[in-house]
């Protein structure tokens, strides 16, 4: 799939790009980074967590993989950047 700009973090999983995805149909802008668990976080996890991610990929150019399923109009993949599985950078928090 093409790379695409960061331009929000909606949550600890969630992110916002630039352009619409398009997979089997559905489209948006909204992508659920698939690798670790963000639903079962403290408070104080979630808030560690996006600040970590507003560092590696907030106005960045990312590269989505291993699409898994288009969900609600959200996009759960693989995200890289850099060349480098973003859920890496979470292994306290891996599925």
Known sequence: ?????VVEICGPNLLKTKE?????????NIIRVTGYKANKLSEREKITIEKRLKYLVLN???????IHRVNENILEC????NGL??????PDFGD
């Open 1 to 5: 799939m093409k790379r695409n700009i």
């Open 20 to 28: 619409n995805w398009e997979y089997n149909g559905s489209k948006g």
């Open 60 to 66: 960045k150019s990312v590269e989505l993989r291993k």
């Open 78 to 81: 693989d995200v890289y950047v």
């Open 85 to 90: 599985n973003v859920s890496e950078y979470f």
